[in-house]
């Protein structure tokens, strides 16, 4: 059914340099192939992650974001709402990459701390 695909919110463990890595991989797919992302946890503290499955097709969105997919109101009432002021500005930075083999994947398993992939 449209619309009830799970979304998981996942409290992200950052690294020593604050640093989240996330990583999406199939290692028998072209000798191996994947996804990463990284980012600042304090820049983007929320990680969702969706799914869609269905009998044709598997969908994972990676999203992560300065706000939950739960709504504003809900985190206003939970006191981690964050807004600007008027005149106020943020920016954030993220790393996307692909992993184009099953060594390029071991590595930033292995830099990352990340059991194996």
Known sequence: EPGTE???LLDLRPGPDGRC???FVNRTLAGG???YLRFRKHELPWFNMWKRLSSREYVVGFEPGNCTVQGR???RERGDLRQLAP???A???MEIGVLGSREEIDRFASDEGLAPL
């Open 33 to 35: 192939l994947g996804l």
């Open 6 to 8: 799970p979304v998981f």
């Open 21 to 23: 890595a996330v990583a």
């Open 91 to 93: 920016s954030y930075g």
């Open 73 to 75: 109101v809900r985190q």
């Open 87 to 89: 005149q106020e500005t």
